[in-house]
């Protein structure tokens, strides 16, 4: 009795650990099948090098662009190109800094903005926070300048590459989106035809059916 009492036990640990192994051997293929379909995602977000190239000539060229999105997508990027900011904020850089005639005083969240990796240097008038409304709530205008808009690029670009999926989703969509505004421009035409030209990020749904 007891030997068939040994034999069964034995049997059972066998069979356990064959389920053990299978078990492992599945969660290893779905690892494994995340990670491909993660890489393939970000490789479908990156951006060519030498069309990001393209694209850093083309921003360098634009004197001042118009910027209107939502605060929070503007802080996203501008945190990845300047290191810090704040939904609030409405400037960068401390204004008697600026400008000795309008006397001491420090731009919202000075202390943070001091920490900059790159000093956007967007001055006082620069943001814009628009009218609150059922269709403008949390909107904002930003004055970048070329130099802006080449280091949102260079940010974006190489956040398209992350393995963080929704990072890599996110700067690869917002990279397109800046570019769609520099393949308005006109190498050709003459310039200062269209400064400071105002674009938006502000995809939308047809939502005309639902208006009586």
């Given amino acids: 009795m007891f030997k068939t009492w040994r034999e069964e036990y034995r049997a059972n640990q066998a069979a356990k650990r064959r389920i053990e192994q299978e078990e492992w051997e ?18 479908e977000n990156a951006v060519d090098l030498a069309e990001h190239n393209q694209n850093l000539k083309a921003a360098t060229g634009v004197s001042y662009l118009t910027l209107v999105c939502h605060e929070d997508t503007w802080t996203f990027m501008a945190i990845r190109a300047f290191g810090q900011w704040k939904p609030e904020w409405t400037q960068s850089t401390r204004p008697d800094l600026l400008d000795a005639e ?39 205008q930003i004055t970048l300048s070329g ?7 260079a940010s974006l670009y190489q956040g398209a590459k992350e393995r963080d999926i929704a990072d890599s989703a996110r700067c690869g969509r917002l990279y397109g989106k800046l570019v769609e505004f ?5 190498p050709d035409a003459e310039a200062g035809q269209t400064t ?8 939308s749904v047809d939502a005309s059916h639902l208006r009586q």
């Fill in 147 to 153: 130099h802006n808009l080449t280091q949102l690029l």
């Fill in 182 to 186: 520099l393949d308005l421009l006109d």
């Fill in 196 to 203: 400071g030209i105002t674009f938006r990020i502000d995809d």
């Fill in 102 to 140: 309008q006397g001491p005083g420090h731009a919202p969240g000075y202390v943070e903005a001091v920490q900059f990796t790159v000093d956007p240097n967007l001055r006082k008038g620069r943001i814009k926070k628009l009218p609150t409304g059922t269709d403008k709530a949390g909107m904002q």
């Fill in 26 to 43: 599945q969660e290893k293929r779905w690892r494994e099948e995340d990670r491909a379909a993660c890489l393939k995602a970000v490789a």
